[in-house]
């Protein structure tokens, strides 16, 4: 018999909190003075930059651009750019942070009937901010856990595993990802997930919707309004 649903883990960024646009637009500036140190000749543009990169955190992505181009960190120089995007991020999602659409309410109506978490592939400081800034901090206490902390970054499963061993939980509970990094990572971990969509523009939500259900997600909605109904449906 499958467990009775009492945690629910919810990642961060376009489930949350509308971050893409104002995160991405401060990471590009930090990407492309890293790129250009490097001798690199490719900018990137922030739309370019989230198409390539969403469900990243910043450390992967400045790993991945190094392995790409062929270029190497000196000791402490990679640490020092994770550093200066994630104050450069903090102070531009400080002023612009929204949380998604709808979803305010609905976790409102959660707290009590589950034990809510966030999840996230960014840096514990950054969904701090945005937590606060979202209006949402009163939700989730203390449980917010953020792969950064690890080292890793989803697809990896680490931040869910150990977000579920604080939380002393072997079931019971299911993940609300936006991309297929979040997805693949809570699928690895063993977790039951439901795809979010409501983050982006509509005539992107249908391509969005089979990558998600490709990377692990049983069921996907794109309104907050959907989520009971999805739940229930489980």
């Known amino acids: 018999m499958a467990k009775k649903i009492t945690h629910v883990l919810f990642d961060y960024d376009n489930t949350l909190g509308m971050t893409e646009l104002p995160a991405f637009t401060a990471c590009c500036t930090v990407v492309n003075k890293m790129l250009a140190s490097k ?15 969403v469900g990243f955190n910043f450390r992967r992505m400045a790993s991945t651009l190094a392995n790409e181009h062929t ?34 309410p609905l976790v409102a109506s959660l707290v009590g009937r589950f034990n809510l978490s966030v999840v996230s592939s960014s840096a514990l400081r950054r969904v701090l901010a945005c937590l606060k800034g979202a209006g949402q901090e009163g939700f989730f206490g203390e449980q917010v856990f953020s792969a950064a902390c690890y080292g890793t970054s989803k697809p990896d499963p680490t931040v869910y595993l150990e977000a579920m061993k604080k939380l002393g939980i072997t079931g019971g509970c299911i993940a609300i990802e936006d991309s297929r990094t979040g997805a693949e990572a809570a699928f690895r971990a063993g977790i039951t997930c439901i795809g979010y969509t409501g983050a982006y523009p509509e005539h992107e939500r249908e391509e969005l919707t089979q990558v998600l259900l490709a990377a692990g997600c049983i069921a996907v909605f794109a309104d907050w309004s959907e989520f009971e109904a999805t739940m229930a449906a489980l």
């Not at 690199?40 to 989230?50: D, G, I, P, R």
């Not at 190497?72 to 612009?96: H, P």
């Open 39 to 53: 001798g690199v000749a490719l900018q990137f543009t922030v739309k370019e930059l989230m198409t390539r990169f």
């Open 71 to 104: 270029f190497t960190f000196n000791d402490g120089e990679l640490d020092q750019l994770v550093a200066d995007e994630v104050d450069a991020v903090v102070a531009k999602l400080a002023i612009d942070i929204q949380p998604t659409p709808g979803v305010n």
